[in-house]
């Protein structure tokens, strides 16, 4: 399951092998060929994950010049991207994958030192006098600092706005691409299991996400500007059954929001500490509501230019996948 780019079942794993033994950095390019029609270097940090591997595809659209932070060598990374090597939690390894770089994307992945990781870059990029950071945090992040990721979030915003590097910061909503890893439970099951609500919210598609990312990267006029990005409709926790049932062509019923039974069951399939926090992400939901505010929609449509896409719309490319 995915919340604000990270999937729970790979939490584990950050904190793992791969976590303990962090290479030191070096570079390697995949291909000779580099992207002509921007100048300026971008660094993307978080570019291997859902999110951040389509904002890299987006990226590589419009020519970029890009350097792709991973964590080890032999991760898979896109023909034509230059690769550094190095950790979040070694500011030697990122302050050398910011040499040369003239921008910056910022996706930390939720972890217990999430705001370190994310001070790390930010503070190097900003001795480094990088000139432009988008981060990418999350929507109504404000209203949710008793949520761990969200807090660190806000921390990481608040340090943006008071410091002297240009910036952008996308707040998205939930990702309609969450609900890729629920094909056992909607398709055998009937079930649809995330706790959303009887009021909803305004879920976005991670390639909306991506394109508006890549597009404060390119273009001008998005210093100091916060979008919102929610999708066009709020959806509830009975309508995704109801939109489910339809595509799929059997019942499919809406199990609740019972956040005790929800909170057990993401400890078996990740480390205690994410299920609390996921837990307290949807808990805020019920409480706080996540819908679009007034504006967000019609500010999105202009970024895009195009309407972002509807939940129904990924949920029919889910199925038709699932069937192929």
């Known amino acids: 399951m995915v919340q604000d780019g990270i999937a729970i079942e ?58 792709l932070l991973v964590r080890k060598d032999s991760e898979a990374t896109p023909n034509g991207v230059e690769v550094a090597v190095g950790d979040l939690l070694d500011p030697v390894s990122i302050r050398a994958a910011l040499q040369g770089v003239e921008k910056l994307y910022l996706l930390n992945a939720v972890s217990p030192d999430e705001l370190t990781q994310g001070l790390v870059a930010y503070d190097l990029a900003k001795k480094l006098k990088v000139k432009h950071v988008v981060y990418h945090s999350v929507f109504r992040v404000e209203h949710f600092k008793d949520v761990p990721h969200f807090a660190s979030k806000f921390a990481m915003e608040s340090a943006l706005r008071d410091f002297g590097v240009p910036f952008t910061i996308i707040r998205p909503n939930y990702f309609s691409q969450n609900d890729l890893t629920l094909k056992d439970p909607l398709t055998n099951a009937g079930v649809y299991p995330m706790p959303l609500g009887e009021v909803g919210i305004s879920v976005v598609d991670i390639r909306d996400i991506a394109e508006a990312t890549a597009i404060a990267l390119t273009s001008d006029g998005h210093f100091g500007k916060t979008y919102n990005l929610n999708g066009p409709e709020v959806v509830s926790g009975p309508r995704m059954a109801s939109i489910w049932s339809g595509l799929l062509g059997k019942e499919v019923r809406y199990a609740g929001h019972d956040m005790d039974a929800f909170e057990e069951q993401m400890r078996k399939r990740g480390p205690s500490w994410a299920a609390f926090d996921i837990r307290m992400m949807f808990q805020g939901y019920l409480e706080r509501g996540f819908a679009a505010e007034a504006g967000d929609v019609e500010t999105l449509t202009e970024l895009l230019g195009h309407g972002p896409r509807r939940y129904e719309d990924f949920a029919r490319e889910a199925t038709a996948l699932w069937k192929a």
């Open 10 to 67: 790979d939490a584990s794993k950050k904190f793992g092998e791969a976590y303990i033994n962090r290479p030191l950095q070096k570079q390697r390019q995949n291909s000779s060929v580099k992207g002509d029609g921007n100048t300026m270097k971008i660094l993307v940090i978080g570019g291997t994950g859902n999110v951040g591997g389509e904002v890299v595809r987006q990226l590589q659209k419009r020519k970029a010049d890009l350097r």
